[in-house]
């Protein structure tokens, strides 16, 4: 095989500098002065001494590495090269039975050849940073303590487009400090300052995703020029070609430990298999389809009443899901005959229920027979068809509002599990499973999208209540804990899910201003008072007494009291109230199927 040009190159260079360390050792073993008989086997020596270390770094591999890029890695890859070469170098010698070779020499050749070529490759690395950060990267500092700003440090290092020129750390203890030449400049309530004193562009936050430091940052640096970036997260490495720092989000402020999947349970129960998912076209329904998707199902059946939604969710499963069977459905769950068609033709093994009305106002007033058909009945006629066409598992996506509900749209989806628990009677084949959760980060008709159009426009952003808080977390994780609660569900159980602490809707607002790189002055934030059936709080009952725990940390069940509802005499009722039954009627008919329900 032909070896390249620079190859050869690096290779006839390592073995100059290894001839070098060969006469070095033996100056040094004669104290600089080396006796003529002594010259001629090191002569004898040395093509030995060439060949045995170009195997050895051959051998190696250490001609892979790239020397702008050396790191410890490749330096003990060489230290195993230069040894190997050193043994072979030793057994040549020995072999020739060259007389009264001086054996000292073969120890301090390896060990000079060793400092003689890492000084070459850290040498280049050198000339190569320093010519890179000469030729105008942009300056920026890192946001985070000594240990959080190593990694981002190293990432950076050879970076032409970022210089690195200060560090701000949290931590008092740490300012003065330096790590790779690069200085501790103050603390993060300074962080603005710094910037400007320094002339950065930009500020790298290295701190964990969802800390405290973070969120400070953000604060700190609002109302200034400075731009906030954060390093890809690992699944953004691997879709991003040449991916370095950006733009940081909501996300990252909000970050929480990535959720722990039963990667080889899910495995078995969607590889392979057809997973039929209804409401497939919205937020968690796509990512659930997402989710099948990566898991390798069979055949994903999605089906969704709205045909945009199918269109999108079908051009972006085609692009990058080539390889995997889709159907791609326009159907109403309230239609139980086209559902169950679409159900009895392909058979699933596993149904994910999304579909439903969720947006509490518009459900209090106005359409309140719209949640029942589609939230009571629309999850009855799914439930039932899955057990018709005998899946393994259903999983029914509920919400934290079902829990001591206050609204119309927490009552009915609270009385959808009971239909489900109901259902699971009649068909003990099927794994029938509810899963609660709150609000999700991005979602359709929520506030992120809402306030995201507000500050484009100028303001105000409208928070219904200084106090009112919120659990949130984002779709990818919602989605693989309902897939995992569904893989270890038995049949009837609820399930809650771990949501983290509760946040403020005006401290989320105040985070999405800031990161608009505006401040409070800018887009003011104006209160506009709860609206219909709104709690200040929403209860997910994680709590001991009200759960049981799972061998999933974030993963727990509901215990649930009382008797399940009559099925057919619940789907009498709400077929014979009409197209527009009264508000009162609904709300009073709601109370005797949910008795925890206290509209107000």
């Known amino acids: 095989m032909r ?8 290779l006839a260079a390592d073995l100059a500098l290894v001839l070098l360390a060969g006469w070095a050792a033996f100056w040094l073993r004669f104290n600089f002065v080396i006796p003529e008989e002594f ?24 001609y892979r590495q790239v020397w702008s890029y050396i790191g410890l890695p490749e330096l003990r890859q060489l230290a195993g090269g230069i040894m190997l070469g050193g043994l072979l170098t030793t057994a040549a010698v ?20 060793l400092v003689l070529l890492g000084a070459a490759r850290a040498g280049w690395r050198t000339f190569i940073e320093r010519r890179t950060l000469g030729h105008g990267g942009r300056r920026m500092v890192i946001v985070g303590s000594l240990q959080d700003a190593s990694d981002a440090l190293r990432a950076l290092k050879g970076s032409a487009q970022w210089q690195p020129v200060g560090i701000v750390s949290p931590i008092a203890a740490e300012v003065g400090r330096s790590m790779q030449n690069v200085r501790v400049l103050g603390q993060t309530a300074a962080i603005t300052d710094i910037c400007e004193a320094v002339e950065a562009e930009a500020a790298l936050v290295a701190s964990p995703a969802g800390s405290r430091d973070r969120r400070e940052a953000l604060m700190n640096a609002s109302g200034s020029r400075v731009t906030l970036l954060t390093m890809p997260r690992p699944d953004e490495w691997l879709k991003t070609e040449n991916a370095g720092p950006r733009r940081i989000e909501l996300e990252d402020l909000l970050g929480r430990t ?21 409401g497939a076209g919205g937020s968690i329904g796509s990512e659930l389809c997402r989710q099948a998707a990566r898991f390798g199902v069979g055949r994903l059946i999605c089906v969704d009443v709205s045909e945009y939604a199918v269109y999108q969710l079908e051009q972006e499963m085609r692009e990058n899901h080539p390889q995997m069977h889709g159907a791609y459905y326009t159907a109403n769950v309230r239609e139980v005959d086209r559902l169950r068609a679409i159900a009895l033709k392909h058979r699933p093994a596993v149904m994910l229920h999304a579909a439903a009305y969720k947006h509490v106002p518009l459900m209090e007033e106005l359409n309140e027979v719209e949640a029942l058909r589609t939230n009571v009945v629309g999850t009855l006629n799914a439930a039932r068809v899955a057990g018709e066409c005998g899946a393994r598992r259903f999983v029914m996506i509920s919400t934290d509002k079902a829990v001591n509900p206050t609204n119309v749209m927490g009552a009915s989806k609270r009385l959808a599990e009971l239909m489900v628990q109901g259902v699971a009677a009649n068909f003990p084949q099927t794994q029938y499973v509810s899963v609660r959760f709150g609000n999700v980060l991005g979602s359709s008709g929520s506030v992120v999208p809402l306030f995201t159009t507000q500050i484009a426009r100028g303001g105000p952003v409208t928070v219904t209540h200084p106090e009112i808080v919120r659990y949130f977390m984002t779709i ?18 609820i399930f809650v899910l771990d949501m983290g602490e509760p946040m403020k809707i005006v401290e989320l607002a105040r985070m999405l201003i800031r990161l608009s790189g505006r401040t409070e002055q800018e887009i003011p934030i104006s209160y506009t008072g709860l609206r219909p059936g709104e709690k200040l709080y929403e209860e997910l009952l994680a709590d001991d007494e009200t759960t049981e725990p799972t061998p999933h940390p974030k993963l727990r069940i509901a ?6 509802p009559d099925i057919e005499a619940v789907l009498r009722w709400i077929e014979e109230a009409g ?5 009162e009627e609904i709300r009073r008919w709601l109370r005797t199927q949910v008795p925890e329900y206290a509209p107000r």
């Open 579 to 583: 197209p527009a039954p009264s508000q």
């Open 559 to 564: 215990k649930t009291n009382g008797s399940l």
């Open 39 to 62: 010259v001629q086997l090191a002569w004898r020596a040395s093509p030995w001494c060439v060949l045995a270390y170009g195997i050895g770094l051959s051998l190696a591999r250490v």
């Open 94 to 113: 020995l072999m020739q039975r060259m007389p009264s070779f001086p054996r000292s020499v073969l120890m301090l050749q390896p060990l000079i050849a």
């Open 258 to 278: 990535p959720v722990q999947l039963d990667e080889a349970g899910l495995a078995e129960l969607l590889s392979g298999q057809t997973v039929l998912v209804t």
């Open 3 to 10: 070896l390249p040009r620079n190859t050869l190159f690096l």
């Open 476 to 493: 990818p994780e919602a989605a693989q804990l309902v897939l995992q609660a569904g893989l270890m569900g038995r049949s009837g159980q």
